[in-house]
């Protein structure tokens, strides 16, 4: 969710992948379910998807972390990304479920300017 914004699901969907890569689709829903964006297909590489979770080691700090979102219960390793003085990113990767952080925050001067918690992470 964006400050200001009113909150909103991203859905995500992959649909198939092989050794290159994965289809994914994507929209957005309102919490109830309804749609609000029509799907969106696109194909990333393996190493597309690894580049998203690359991040500078002399300004990301890497801790072990037990969260409880609505997907569920994790133990992740929290990787917290300081950009400057004044943005902080933080991610959840829960170390069961490989892929996208199932939590997400950005801050900026302390105040949360993004976030963003999986809710369900199923398979087809």
């Known amino acids: 969710m964006e ?24 929209w957005t829903e309102t919490p109830d379910g309804v749609r609000l964006s029509e799907p969106e297909r696109r194909r990333s590489t393996w190493l597309e998807f690894q580049g998203h979770a690359s991040m500078p080691a002399a ?15 994790y133990d992740c390793l929290r990787y917290t990304r300081r950009d400057d003085d004044h943005s902080v990113d933080t991610f959840w990767f829960a ?5 996208m952080p199932l939590r997400f925050e950005s ?18």
């Open 3 to 26: 400050a200001g914004t009113d909150p909103h699901v991203r859905v995500t969907r992959f649909l198939s992948g092989d050794v290159v890569g994965a289809e994914q689709e994507s």
């Open 59 to 73: 300004t990301t700090d890497i801790a072990e972390e037990v969260i409880d979102i609505p997907a569920g219960r």
């Open 95 to 99: 170390k069961s479920a490989p892929g």
């Open 107 to 124: 801050r900026v001067s302390g105040e949360l300017a993004f976030s963003s918690t999986a809710i369900a992470n199923e398979m087809p």
